[in-house]
């Protein structure tokens, strides 16, 4: 049975929304062990109560040119899969 969404349940969903919008950090680095496809799993904590981390658990390493095939190799020259590393 599929859930019946009222006024009141829409006005929730939205203070919750604006409630994890509210206030956030954005973290970036950069890595020197860029090249390669593999998965690399990274993870981030918080020690504050009440505080908590969400996003991605990791990334994709820059799969090298030589290892693309064609279609991957055509995308990457016409832009569609971006350069992470010149």
């Known amino acids: 049975m599929a859930t ?4 009141l349940h829409d006005r929730i969903l ?4 604006e409630e994890q919008e509210s206030g956030y ?5 950069t890595t020197e062990n860029s090249r390669g496809d593999e998965f690399r799993p ?3 904590s918080v ?8 996003g991605p658990r990791g990334y994709f390493g820059e799969k090298p ?6 279609l991957e190799r055509e995308a990457r020259a016409n ?3 971006p350069r992470l590393f010149a």
């Open 79 to 81: 832009g569609l899969i």
């Open 65 to 70: 040119f030589g290892k693309m095939d064609d």
């Open 47 to 54: 020690t504050r109560p009440g505080y908590r981390v969400s």
């Open 42 to 44: 990274y993870k981030i």
């Open 25 to 29: 950090y954005v973290i970036s680095w």
């Open 14 to 17: 939205v203070r919750r929304v």
């Open 4 to 7: 019946k969404f009222t006024p």
